[in-house]
């Protein structure tokens, strides 16, 4: 099947055309085979680029001629919609038949998973051509003809009209570009969002914050130079600017060295927040500032020690005596009148000599002589100078005794040890700094970046002891910053901190869920996030990562890490091999006293239970006494408190009531909820470690669901591996970050890429709890409805919540908890409907106007019409192909006017810049995850 339709080529584009053809061909060489014809189309699947030759290839000969390249290209390049229905129709045409079965859409669809990145069964491929195939051919056929599928096609609103699959748009070179202008060259390199006002209106609080530190510095520098304006060098030039630089840098230093430390302040960073200070202060960017600060004080402090190397090397070692006394009123204001010459320490074999002296003659020629430029206020004894005198036997102080031992004993809080702990200093600020660039940072070498960090303990001690007045600047906030490593410190010493990992499990693209018992006293919001230290994985390092459940759930909190580095690779396996050895039902390998540790332990326990039930039971007298206990007027507190428990056993048994519910009506539907089973591995809790009974009721609380492709022999749901010894974890935190803050928004659009939608799967958890707590049901008709969902929300009006992933498979991590959230909605309606809105993209998989993806799309979407189900997610929610259109997504949301958008980010940072720019350029607050 051809068209006629004429000439569509023009000249210019029939040339670009006979390039191309001509750059295909080998030497001396007039066909293009199907090897090279793939060079010109390349595809992920062999299928459309055989299919497409075979078209080109009218006789059949397995070569293009350029004519016939050339003359196929020109048939179907017309932009009108029934060339590109035709030529998709030829495409599917497998047979050459002129008409559709079923098994070609089969193929294609196959095809379409591969080019989309997309994985399904063969049930479900089956299912997928069925749809297709049944929505398009008329009743009572059993082929679908040319016209079929043009009405097919023409019945989706804007499919055929924006079907990418003209010819010449992908097999003709485009034009090239036209040279561009200097003046359009230069526009396009000026930063022209920082020309904007909604730029600067957005980011007020953060650019008033760096234009008060920048200030403070220059405020500093100016001051500091001004004072040593009248300090000269050996020769007798004043200024002398390697000393005025280097003090003026260190003036400055000083003041961002407590800076620094006040930005990564985490306890205090959180209790601001709480307050609701963040709109206020750049709380949200203080990891930001704190790098911009590091490389503020890496620059300075080497700029500092430049200028006092080359001032030692050009000043000092040559004739230090005459040097002090050439800015001698400098010292005498640091150290008291007549102080500065008697803290020298002479070398051996020399002396302080005058022009008097007999030994005179061995001070270097013009020790004496005060110089042309000097300041006479500023020098020693009115210009009557001493020298040092150096007989035969005398050697001077050497350049490297100046600069790296305390042998001259000057400069400094412990005279001469200013230079020495100078250069510890660089060094250490050398380390550091080049260990925290991003090249070490995150290419799995966090654990180099996190030892090497904790060096600042090192760099504050030693500039204590390097500037004298560094105390004045340090003592507020090193307190503040002593209290809070002291709460840390106490907090794991009375075992705060210490808790123990109830279950873990292994999810799709290397992710560990570890659900973890929540220690007494761990409260925290939506949004927070700890360090964690896993001793069996690495027994000294501590790792920042964002609780994924709702603060609401008690009794345990979870965290979901992806292995991206040495430390969450180690994680992955270790679960790996603990689930392998609990399935094959190994013993694990304990200690000696580990053994005995536990067999005393369950002796222990069997004795008191035998005890408590023999004779407390008994006991009528212990009964009366407990009775009239009952009976005694409790204070407000235990009041308080006996409330507080009922209303958080009353929200546990909604929740259980709800899970269950829900998860009985859904496991049928959602296609991750099927009969696979997850890969999990349990823990005894540390009730069940003092007990010796077997408690199975807490399994309610792992519905963790997730699909597993797997064919070995897996455990059975339920079965669990008990151990005498749980896997301890340490808990640092929890602090704020940005999306601690949701309930204080008024429009709240969540956008996570990957496993960064752990915070905001806390949220949407925290959302769901609070829902549940206000729902109201009738007793007679089970009837359930909620009256004022936004009063329980504080300001916050809706929530638009968008999930990108690169595969399909990503979804599986948190497709339980979004099941749970469409359940509600689909059934309860009215306030969680309009309330909640989820949108996911598939970024591997093409736009449906795609040539290599319209068939799949279109099934998918004729499935979910059908069965109300994404066949991708499993999710009532259809998946988008592709990335979102920010300019749509954006405009849609300015429109919909519940209030000032707040848009709370955590994934890919590139994504993070181009949604920054699009939040100031449509006047929204943007706020970003940063650790």
């Known amino acids: 099947m051809t068209a006629t339709r004429g000439s569509q080529l023009s000249v210019e584009s029939t040339e670009r055309l006979r390039k191309v053809f001509s750059e295909s061909l080998g030497k001396d060489k007039h066909e293009i085979s199907l090897h090279e014809f793939k060079k010109i189309v390349p595809c992920k699947d062999e299928f459309f680029v055989n299919r497409i030759f075979h078209i080109f290839d009218s006789d059949q000969s397995g070569y293009i001629t350029l004519a016939n390249f050339i003359e196929t290209v020109d048939q179907f390049s017309s932009t009108d919609d029934d060339s590109k229905i035709e030529f998709l129709f030829n495409i599917y045409d497998i047979n050459g038949e002129g008409v559709l079965e079923e098994n070609n859409f089969r193929e294609v669809i196959k095809a379409c998973m591969k080019e989309n990145g997309m994985d399904f069964d063969e049930g479900e491929l089956t299912n997928l051509a069925s749809a297709l195939f049944m929505d398009g051919v008329k009743d009572g056929n059993e082929t679908m003809t040319l016209d079929d599928f043009k009405e097919q096609l023409q019945r989706q609103d804007g499919l055929v009209e924006g079907l990418g699959i003209m010819i010449n748009k992908w097999l003709v070179p485009p034009k090239p570009p036209k040279e561009k202008t200097i003046l359009e060259k230069l526009s396009e390199r000026l930063p022209q969002r920082y020309l904007s006002k909604d730029y600067w209106v957005n980011n007020k609080s953060f650019h008033f914050f760096i234009f008060v530190m920048l200030l403070i510095n220059f405020i500093l520098f100016i001051h500091r130079g001004f004072y040593f304006r009248n300090f000269s060098m050996l020769n007798g030039f004043t200024p002398n600017p390697f000393y005025l630089l280097s003090r003026a840098c260190g003036r400055t230093l000083l003041f961002n060295s407590v800076l620094i430390l006040l930005l990564v302040l985490r306890n205090t960073i959180t209790l601001l927040r709480k307050f609701g200070l963040a709109t206020i202060l750049p709380l949200d960017n203080n990891i930001y500032l704190h790098k911009l600060v590091g490389v503020m ?179 507020v906030v090193g307190l503040i910053w002593v209290v809070e490593v002291a709460y840390r410190i106490l907090s794991s010493l009375f075992g705060n901190g210490k808790t123990v990992i109830k279950a873990g499990v292994i999810l799709p693209s290397k992710v560990t869920n570890l659900i973890i018992d929540r220690p007494p006293g761990f409260n925290f919001s939506a949004g927070d996030w700890v360090f964690v230290k896993i001793p069996a994985v690495a027994s000294s390092e501590w790792h920042p990562f964002t609780i994924s459940s709702a603060p609401e759930v008690s009794g345990q909190f979870t965290l979901h890490i992806r292995g991206v580095g040495q430390w969450t690779n180690s994680l992955y396996k270790l679960f790996e091999k603990e689930y392998e050895r609990q399935t094959t039902g190994e013993e694990r390998e304990v200690s000696t006293f580990d053994r005995i540790q536990g067999t005393v332990r369950k002796k222990y326990q069997s004795v008191r239970y035998i005890v408590n039930n023999t004779i407390g039971s008994n006991d009528e007298d212990e009964d009366e006494d407990n009775f009239a206990k009952n009976l005694q007027v409790k204070s407000l507190e235990e009041r308080s408190r006996e409330r507080m428990e009922k209303r958080q056993e009353k929200l546990r048994r909604i929740s259980r009531e709800e899970n269950d519910e829900i998860l009985s009506r859904s496991l049928s539907k959602v296609r991750y909820l099927s009969m696979k089973v997850p890969k999990i591995v349990k823990y005894d809790s540390q009730e069940s470690l003092i007990s010796d009974k077997t408690d199975d009721s807490n399994d309610s609380g792992f519905q963790i669901v997730v699909h597993d492709e797997s064919k070995s022999t897996l455990k059975q749901i339920g079965h669990q591996t008990r151990l005498e010894k749980p896997l301890e974890v340490y808990i640092d935190g929890p602090f704020g970050s940005p999306s601690s803050n949701i309930y204080r928004a008024e429009h709240a659009v969540l956008i996570g890429t990957g496993i960064g939608i752990t915070p905001f799967a806390s949220i949407l958890q925290s959302i769901m709890h609070r829902y549940w707590e206000i729902k109201q049901s009738c007793p007679n008709c089970n009837y359930r409805w909620t009256n004022d969902m936004e009063a329980s929300m504080f300001k916050l009006k809706k929530v638009d919540f968008f999930w990108i992933n690169r595969d399909q498979k990503s979804f599986e991590w948190f497709v339980n908890l979004l099941s749970q959230l469409e359940i509600e909605q689909a059934e309860n309606g009215g306030a969680m409907s309009r309330f909640l809105e989820m949108h996911m993209y598939v970024t591997s998989a093409l736009q449906r106007t795609d040539m290599k993806a319209v068939a799949l799309q279109l099934a998918l979407d004729i499935l979910h019409k059908k069965e109300e189900r994404d066949l991708v997610t499993g999710l009532k929610a259809r998946t988008n192909a592709g990335r979102p259109n920010w300019n749509k997504v954006f405009t849609k949301l300015r429109e919909e006017r519940k209030g000032q958008v707040t848009v709370f980010y955590c994934g890919n940072p590139m994504l993070a810049r181009t949604l920054r720019y699009k939040c100031e350029e449509f006047g929204f607050k943007f706020r970003k995850e940063v650790f």
């Open 297 to 475: 004080i890496f620059l300075q402090a080497s700029l500092h020690t430049i200028m006092h190397l080359c001032n030692f090397f050009i000043n000092v070692q040559p004739n230090p005596v005459k040097f002090v006394q050439l800015t001698y009123k400098y010292w005498e204001d640091y150290y008291g009148a007549g102080i500065p010459l008697t803290l020298y320490n002479l070398p051996a074999g020399c002396e302080i000599a005058t022009s008097s002296s007999p030994n005179f003659e061995y001070c270097l020629p013009g020790s004496v002589d005060v110089p042309d430029g000097v300041n006479p206020d500023y020098i020693y004894n009115n210009g009557s100078f001493l020298c040092q005198a150096c007989r035969e036997d005398g050697v001077p102080w050497t350049y490297a005794d100046w600069i790296f031992t305390m042998q001259p004993h000057m400069f400094g809080l412990m005279h001469g040890i200013a230079n020495p702990s100078g250069v510890a200093l660089i060094i250490i600020l050398t380390i550091m700094f080049v260990c925290s660039l991003p090249f070490v940072r995150r290419r799995g070498h966090f654990e180099l970046f996190y030892f090497t960090h904790l060096l600042y303990h090192a760099y504050f001690v030693l500039l204590l002891v390097h500037a004298p007045e560094f105390w004045k600047w340090f003592i």
